[in-house]
């Protein structure tokens, strides 16, 4: 048992760390000197497409979320996102414009395969990104993306998330490229930075002291925030999921601008804002958020590379110049945070009670 964890304490632990890893992999041969390729697909995908549905749940569904701003900024296609759960039931009106893609980890949760079954039905395309080859999502799907994460073995998803972000960031500009909605200094850029996201994963003997040290405080709260604009507002979301999960902790991921139309009124000392404050990203903007919730007392911390003195703590990531590699430094910084307050509250990091690792029941 020890010794397939590698010396870590938790397959969680062992998981986050191998992220910068299973990251290079699963983008080997898809970035090509300066372009993006995927061998499982072909530019008629996009043939009759104005649009993208994508459906998932949980961690998955956060995936999918953070892409949704990236179809639309950068391959200029319309994208919406959707629990599968919901979706099922909602009598959806699926037209054949639409690009169907459902994300998941195992390739078998019950909500997001009926919901692939039903866009098959109607018609659409599809695309599963999966970690499981042959789970029955990529035997339904018309095409298959492998995330190439290995196996997942801690039921809080970590390098799942991340090599799914991944994918779907370069699903993003390969679709890009091919609606010509890209100019090619931008390409250049966004591949330069999907380079770097190994190294932004890399975790930091620094950072992970810093999480365990206010792990002890951070446990006292009764309740938490995660807050962040844009994608950051799906990283917080998956940040608070996260410390549900294995802390059992109260926590609400919400985009910071909308604090203010009713969840401000629960600030007080005991409420902890953990705010995402990327500098290449709505900085200013967040920033007049966080300035409201320290007027009203919330015990913040912040994660960014800028100190604000108006937050009680800070925990530095490394200076980037592109957001994404921010939500990546950030996203470790999450996961690090909730295993660390969940090992103090002596929990059990990789069973966490009442959940399971696939859902494959309704
Ligand atoms: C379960 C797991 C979550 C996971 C979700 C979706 O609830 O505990 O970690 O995100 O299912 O799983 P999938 O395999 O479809 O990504």
Known sequence: QFAQKDGFRFFMEKEIYEQSDVVSDCMIGRIQDNSINFDEISPELLDGINEIKICACGTSYHAGLTSSYLFERLAKIKCNVEIASEFRYKEPLLTKDTLFIVISQSGETADTLEALKMAKKAGLKSVVVCNVDNSSMTRVADFTILTRAGIEKGVASTKAFSTQTVVLWMLALYFAKINSSISSELLQSEIKALREVPKSLIVEDRIHEKTKRL????????????????????????????LKEISYLHAEGYPSGEMKHGPIALADPELFTIALMPQNLLYDKIKSNVEELSARDSTICSISSLEFELCDDFIKIQETNHYMLEFFEMLV?????????????????DMPRNLAKSVTVE
């Open 215 to 242: 792990s002890k405080r951070y446990l006292h709260g009764h309740g938490f925030f995660f807050i962040g604009r844009d994608v950051f507002f799906p990283l917080a979301l998956e940040g608070a999921l996260k």
């Open 333 to 349: 910084v999450l996961q690090l945070f909730s295993m660390e307050i969940s090992i103090r509250l002596g929990n059990d990091v």
